[in-house]
């Protein structure tokens, strides 16, 4: 079965940087899959999607200070120096072909 | 610049209906699959459904599989969300994603309407 899965919170100060994880389900290590920020009270917003060998592509505008990066059956999403509006919940996304599949979501709170 | 514009939400009784419309400008709606993702009031998002660019390939969770319909009008530039026997659980804000450009059926949603809250209550 095709699960990803985040930890519910994360946290981080104002300036640093942070690393988010997402995990896929054992037999799923080699899928893509995509991050997404949902700032409070808007819609989510596409920030990149992240392939198996580490190699992302970023939605428009999306800052340098976004990167994604993969070992194994795990994604990471790490923001640099991170700003206020960073504040978010922050969800990966994969697929298969008659699936598509949410994790849970992380809620990021900056310091 | 892609948009995408969600409407047709609203308050509805247990078991009635509801369409939902989303408007999509600023790309080649009909080279492009389209979703909707709803999100329950302090929950997480959901797949609910998704629709190939020829609408040749559907898909549907489980969770709404024989009571909602997708389609897609190319003519129009527009999505639409057929909702039947609607229960209090599928109270949510409801989005349209565009599926990323040269996907047919599947991949990233590379973007995101505003959203349109459905509530089910008697």
């Known amino acids: 079965q095709l699960v990803l899965t985040q930890s519910p919170s994360a946290s981080a100060s104002l300036g640093a940087s942070v690393k988010l994880t997402c995990t896929l389900s054992?037999?799923?290590?080699?899928?893509?899959i995509a991050w997404h920020q949902q700032q409070p009270d808007k819609g989510p917003r596409y920030l990149m999607k992240?392939?198996?060998?580490?190699?992302?592509t970023k939605g428009d505008g999306i800052p340098d200070r976004f990167s994604g990066s993969t070992s194994g059956a795990e994604r990471y999403l790490t923001i640099s120096s991170l700003q206020s509006e960073d504040e978010a919940d922050y969800y990966c996304q994969t697929w298969g072909t008659d699936i598509r599949v949410f994790g849970g979501g992380t809620k990021l709170t900056v310091l | 610049e892609v948009q995408l514009v969600e409407s047709g939400g609203g308050l509805v009784k247990p078991g009635g209906s509801l369409r939902l419309s989303c408007a999509a400008s600023?790309?080649?709606?009909?080279?492009?699959?389209m979703n909707w993702v709803r999100q329950a009031p302090g929950k997480g998002l959901e797949w609910v459904s998704s629709i190939s660019t020829s609408s040749s390939h559907i898909y549907y969770a489980d969770s709404v599989q024989g009571r909602f319909t997708i389609f897609k009008d190319n003519a129009q530039n527009s999505l639409y969300l057929q909702m039947n026997s609607l229960r209090a659980e599928d109270t949510a804000v409801y989005y349209c994603?565009?599926?990323?450009?040269?996907?047919?059926?599947?991949?990233?949603?590379?973007?995101w309407g505003q959203g349109t809250l459905v509530t089910v209550s008697s």
């Open positions: 054992s037999g799923h290590s080699s899928y893509a």
């Open positions: 994603a565009r599926l990323e450009e040269g996907a047919i059926a599947y991949g990233s949603f590379d973007y």
């Open positions: 600023g790309f080649s709606f009909r080279s492009y699959g």
């Open positions: 992240l392939n198996s060998d580490g190699s992302h």
